[in-house]
C-alpha cells in the first residue's frame, strides 16, 4: 500500500470512535517494532518524525525505512512531520514525500499562528498533503524546546473556529493538561486532562479532528525496569489509560505516543545489559528492544487507542 494523507483515516476514525496512535520514529528496529503490531492488529498507524529525529536519522534513510515498512505490510500509514517550526521545514518534508504536516504555531500570537499555518495549508493541500495546527501550549521537553509549566497555557476554545476557518488546517492539536515527556505532574499531583474544554472544542467544530500530544502513559512497569536496573526516573507519571480512552471515543482522532516507546526500548535493553554484561552485539539489545515496542504499541492499540481491525 502507498502512504495516505490523514484525511479519511481521521473520517473514519471521528465517526468510528476510535483514535490513531501517532507514534515518533528514528530508526530502523523502532519502525519494526510499531508497524510489525499495527499489522498483526490490522491498525490503520501514523508514523511521525520530529525535527530532532529527521536530523538524527536523515530525511531519505526515514522516507525509505518507511517505504520499507509499507512494502512489508498491507496497511494504511501516514508519514508525519511532527512539531514543524517553520514554513521550510514543513515544505521539505511535503516535498520529500511526507502525506501529513503539523506546522506548530502554538507559540506565537494568535494572527501569526494563523498566518503561518495558512501558508503552510495552501502549499500542503496543493500537494494532497494534510496539516494539523496547534493553539494552547503544552509543558515539557520537545527537542531543545523547554515549555515550563507556567508558560504552558490552555487551548482557548473560543479562538478554535476562527482559527480552523482562516487557516484550513486539517486537524487541531490542543492544549487540556497533557505535556511531553515522562514528567507530566508533580508527585502526588492527581493526573487530570480538562474534558470540559476538549468538550467545548468538539461542541464547536462538529466533526473536525482533535489531536492530543504529550500522551505517553508512562508505563510503570518501564518505570520500575528502568529504575530496578540502574536508572534513576522515581516521579515519571504520565496520563492513565482510561482518560485517553474517553478521549479516544470523541473528537480525539490522533494520540501522539513517544515517551512510552522510548521507555520501553531503554528499560528492556538495560535488562539485557543487567543480564548479561559481557553483551556486545547490537542485535541482542535492539532485538529485545524492537519486540517491546512491539509489545507497548499492540497494548495502545487493543486498550487505549480502539484502532484494531481498523485499517
Ligand atoms: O513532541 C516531541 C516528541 O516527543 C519528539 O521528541 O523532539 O526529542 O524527537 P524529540
Ligand atoms: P509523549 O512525550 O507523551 O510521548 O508525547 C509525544 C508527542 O506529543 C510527540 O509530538
Ligand atoms: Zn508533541
Request: glycine share 6%; aromatic share 6%; net charge negative.
Given at each position: 500500500m502507498a502512504l495516505v494523507n490523514s484525511r479519511e483515516m481521521f473520517k473514519k476514525a471521528y465517526e468510528g470512535g476510535y483514535a490513531i496512535g501517532a507514534f515518533n520514529v528514528n530508526n530502523m528496529e523502532i519502525i519494526q517494532g510499531i508497524t510489525t503490531a499495527a499489522s498483526?492488529?490490522?491498525?490503520?498507524?501514523?508514523?511521525?518524525?520530529?525535527?530532532?529525529?529527521r536530523k538524527y536519522?536523515?530525511?531519505?534513510?526515514?522516507?525509505?525505512?518507511?517505504?520499507?515498512?509499507?512494502?512489508?505490510?498491507?496497511?494504511?500509514?501516514?508519514?508525519?512531520?511532527?512539531?514543524?517550526?517553520?514554513?521550510?521545514?514543513?515544505?521539505?518534508?511535503?516535498?520529500g514525500?511526507?502525506?501529513?504536516?503539523?506546522?506548530?504555531?502554538?507559540?506565537?500570537?494568535?494572527?501569526?499562528?494563523?498566518?503561518?499555518?495558512r501558508r503552510v495549508v495552501e502549499y500542503a493541500h496543493e500537494r494532497n498533503v494534510t496539516v494539523e495546527g496547534e493553539l494552547g501550549r503544552l509543558a515539557g521537553i520537545e527537542d531543545a524546546i523547554n515549555v515550563s509549566a507556567e508558560d504552558a497555557s490552555y487551548t482557548r476554545p473560543e479562538e478554535v473556529e476562527e482559527f480552523v476557518e482562516k487557516?484550513?488546517?486539517?486537524?487541531?492539536?490542543?492544549?487540556?493538561?497533557?505535556?511531553h515527556g515522562a514528567f507530566k505532574f508533580?508527585?502526588?499531583?492527581?493526573?487530570?486532562?480538562?474534558?470540559?474544554?476538549?468538550?467545548?472544542?468538539?461542541?464547536?467544530?462538529?466533526?473536525?479532528?482533535?489531536?492530543?500530544?504529550?500522551?505517553?502513559?508512562?508505563?510503570?512497569?518501564?518505570?520500575?525496569?528502568?529504575?530496578?536496573?540502574?536508572?534513576?526516573?522515581?516521579?515519571a507519571i504520565g496520563i492513565p489509560e482510561e482518560m485517553l480512552r474517553q478521549a479516544a471515543r470523541g473528537a480525539v482522532c490522533k494520540i501522539n505516543i513517544d515517551s512510552d516507546l522510548r521507555?520501553?526500548?531503554?528499560?528492556?535493553?538495560?535488562?539485557?545489559?543487567?543480564?548479561?554484561?559481557?553483551?556486545?552485539?547490537?542485535?541482542?539489545?535492539?532485538g529485545p528492544a524492537r519486540e517491546a515496542i512491539a509489545e507497548i504499541v499492540a497494548h495502545k492499540i487493543e486498550h487505549v487507542l480502539g484502532c484494531a481491525g481498523k485499517a
Open positions: 498483526e492488529l490490522n491498525a490503520p498507524l501514523i508514523l511521525q518524525v520530529s525535527a530532532g529525529a536519522a536523515n530525511h531519505t534513510y526515514l522516507v525509505k525505512l518507511v517505504e520499507a515498512a509499507l512494502a512489508l505490510n498491507d496497511l494504511p500509514i501516514v508519514l508525519h512531520l511532527d512539531h514543524g517550526d517553520s514554513f521550510e521545514l514543513c515544505k521539505s518534508c511535503i516535498d514525500g511526507f502525506t501529513s504536516v503539523m506546522i506548530d504555531g502554538s507559540h506565537l500570537p494568535f494572527e501569526e499562528n494563523i498566518a503561518l499555518t487557516t484550513g488546517c486539517d486537524s487541531l492539536a490542543i492544549a487540556i493538561g497533557t505535556s508533580k508527585p502526588g499531583q492527581k493526573p487530570q486532562l480538562r474534558f470540559d474544554i476538549l468538550d467545548e472544542v468538539a461542541r464547536r467544530l462538529p466533526g473536525f479532528p482533535i489531536v492530543l500530544h504529550g500522551a505517553s502513559s508512562v508505563i510503570p512497569k518501564y518505570v520500575e525496569m528502568i529504575n530496578t536496573y540502574g536508572g534513576n526516573m522515581p516521579d521507555l520501553a526500548m531503554t528499560a528492556t535493553i538495560r535488562k539485557v545489559f543487567h543480564d548479561k554484561p559481557a553483551e556486545f552485539d547490537p542485535r541482542k539489545y535492539l
